[in-house]
């Protein structure tokens, strides 16, 4: 019966229908076995076959795979698994030109001649097989099948201007991935495919491709061994490959394999070079397109009559030559130098005695060096399998457990998966094998579920690093020229077609960071296509938001929430502020006009309400001459000036001009003309960043913390800065000027020339130590001398009544009261002292009594001693020798020593910081208080540590003393105050 079966070469170039063709004829027999290339494209196939007939009559039989149900009919394998004397109604052999092939040549040169169906054969292949199939194959029927689609050159071109649904083939796994990553950043990714890779994983690759996910794909030369796949135009990045031995180039027969993927079915295809590939010659141009190649001439041959008598008779027997012209000896493959490294080893000499022990380790070597290590380490691995299979029969479960376990784990990067994939590949290999371990099922199972995980992790790897999900889906949204779907949440993240692709902030669009180069324009285009109705929604929803949304920044700029959405800019009037609106250009002149008109209602309403006292002085049309002039001054100072400034100015006013100016709210002070409203937080901040946009100035100052008395004065900082902050410089600190006027007010009664101390009010509107007191009396013009005294404790004032009339005297000695003659009138015509307004000084807000009193720090009142006046007398101390003291008894107060207290005395200095006041004659003084030829003073000079002051002169002025200030009972600084003054 074999003797009538028809043996047949389907031959031709790619895209043929030769694969389809031997389906179809397979599956018209009871039975049937067809051999493929690759096994990728096995499982392609076995899938087609079991959509057909189901896959309890389809058999899958790979070196790593072997699915054989029980009433299997119909056998796909790989040209190297296909079993022999399986007695098939039709045998087929695909790409059979690969009877050429260095490497696998033999095998399939093998097939060629030994195998065949009972009722049907068939090899297909190229064309340049016709010769070597009629010489070596009796009666044999040629078919020739001409492609159904036109393919063409078209030249080089860069991967940027690459077209959609290209294959792209290196010849190298760090060149695919390079090309890869490159595609990911311009395109969008690409699919990877190639032949190391498992069909679970290079299936999960190609339907990112098929899908149109990506739209490119890139490769190695696995794809021309028959995958079919939607390819328009195939790019060779390089010209030549390494073959296991050494670089060539690729023969043009191997160009055109690979090139023939491209257009299938009835699809017209196109090929050329990419990268750093050279030009494809005009003449290998055209015999790819005409499919015109050089015949083959000979095939690679290895003896299949094996000799198991030892070792060296199966190497002698592999090693044979072939008895015919067209045939050559096979180079030597792995498991030939396998099989001899393995012949070296005593053990293994040992144990390979006998055919069957030798047939058992040919098996062995067999085994394919998946993970690509030395021929040592694999000759290695196969010597302790031998062994194994040898001593035991299979093996040991414990020995494959481990082996396996170890493998399986799923972290790692790509380069770690795929080595792991490699060496599960060994074991599922083994585990295939019949009879080779215990439990089959068991292995098998286990074997592929490990390679299964590592697949789904390859893929997810590989997809993560090469694909761009999101620059992928709106290329292809925008290719349709659909409308895209965007969406911005509460947080301002806008997504486009469910992708992440970057913020918007108020009308403003901030690309995600992470895009770059093309991918980032293709963000751009998507993203603002995507967002034009949003803008018009957020600026309608904008211009019908309250004023309470929106503020202003210290440096100038407009915020709607926690957004940005302008800022400002100087105008023709400092009080009339220009409005800049960030828009981006994409969101159209409509958005941008009804976003800065918003914001110029709401800057315009913000300066009204604050300025309000100034605005009105500024509309005021009654005000005329000197006081309208005065007035014009004001509003260009933003409600603060320097008394310095404007004391000509101040001096021209009449009181009726006056009068009309302190109606609005202006404040004529001693150091200071205010407007006392305008110092508070908010007009404060407004008022910083007008001036500073007035001055142009790139950085605006900063409004101290509402609710300080002082703030640091920074060295470097302008004092004009302090005057529009409301604030004065006063040497290590800058006071508020309403504070420091309050402060003039209380040193207008004390004697400036003799000296005072500060006393508890001072300190209390200050909010600070005395130290600190005495460092801004001497930035405001002041003279500080300081001195120690005796501390008078509370429980020393308590005297029996008949000492009242002398303490009376001590007191009345050393209270510090200044006689009213020596106290100067300090107004603006004195030479040298700080002028004020001839009208009595406004009474302090009420308001900020209590304010004055929360600033001050606590060192700034001394505690009151909380001792009862009927206190007993102490407990004398028991009189002890005067070098000798009791353990645990108290020292005697002579042996403590006093007591001390620091004061300070504070003496006018004029305007000039070196003027010192003299009244001995021109005599000058020395430092630290001691002074030659003094005479006495109203308060008594420091003497030294501890030293009384002698009282001075007196003086009379006819104006009667001022009434002393009330403290309020309901201050809660009331009692700490009250100390401090009975004290004194």
Known sequence: MAGHARVAAILGPTNTGKTHYAIDRMLGYRTGMIGLPLRLLAREVYDKIVAARGPSVVALVTGEERIVPPRAQYWVCTVEAMPEGMGCDFVGIDEIQLCADPERGHVFTDRLLRMRGLHETLFMGSDTMRGPISGLVDGVEFVRRERMSQLSYTGSKKISRLQPRTAIVGFSVENVYAIAELLRRQKGGAAVVMGALSPRTRNAQVDLYQNGEVDFLV???????????????VAFSSLTKFDGRRMRPLMPNELAQIAGRAGRGMSHGTFGVTGEAGPISEEVAEAITNHRFTPLKKLNWRSADLRFGSIDTLVASLEASPNDDRLVKAREADDLQALKALGTVAEVQARASDPKSVQLLWDVCRI??????????????????????HQRGAIPDDFLGRQVNRIDRTDGDIDTLSKRLAYIRTWTYVAQRKAWVHDESHWRGLTRAVEDRLSDALHERLTQRFVDRRTSVLLRRLKQKEALLAEVNDKGEVTVEGE????????????DKDATGQEAKTLKTASLQALAPHFHLRADRFYNAPDTEMDFTEQGGL???????????????????????FVDEEAGPDVAQKVQRRLQHFIDRKIAALFEPLVNLQKDETLNGLARGFAFRMVEAMGILPRADVADDVKALDQDARGMLRKHGIRFGQFTVFMPLLLKPAPTRLRLVLWSLAKNLDIFPEAPPPGLVTVPNTPGTPAEHHTVSGYRAAGDRAIRIDMLERLADLLRAQDSRGGFEANPDMLSITGLTLEQFADLMGGLGYKAEKGEREKVRAVDAVVPEADAATATEQDAATDGAVPVEDTPVMDAGQEGVPGTDAAPAAAPDAADIPEAAAEMPDDAVAPVADTPTDAPAETPVPTNSETEIDPGAAPDAALAGPETEVFYIFTWRGNRADRQPRRDGGKGRREGGKAQGDRPRGKGKPKGKGQPRDAGAKSFQSRPPKKEKQIDPDNPFAAALMGLKNKD
């Open 500 to 511: 992440f692709v970057g913020r918007l902030e108020g009308f403003r669009f901030r690309q």
């Open 219 to 233: 490769a190695t030369d696995a794809i021309g061994m028959g995958l079919n796949l939607d390819i328009n135009h």
């Open 559 to 581: 915020m709607w929430g926690e957004q940005a959405v302008g800022k400002l800019a100087a105008g023709d009037d400092p009080l009339k502020p220009r409005v800049v609106a």
């Open 368 to 389: 394919p060096d998946f993970r690509g290590i030395s021929h040592s380490e694999h000759a290695g691995l196969l010597e302790v399998i031998y062994g194994h299979l």
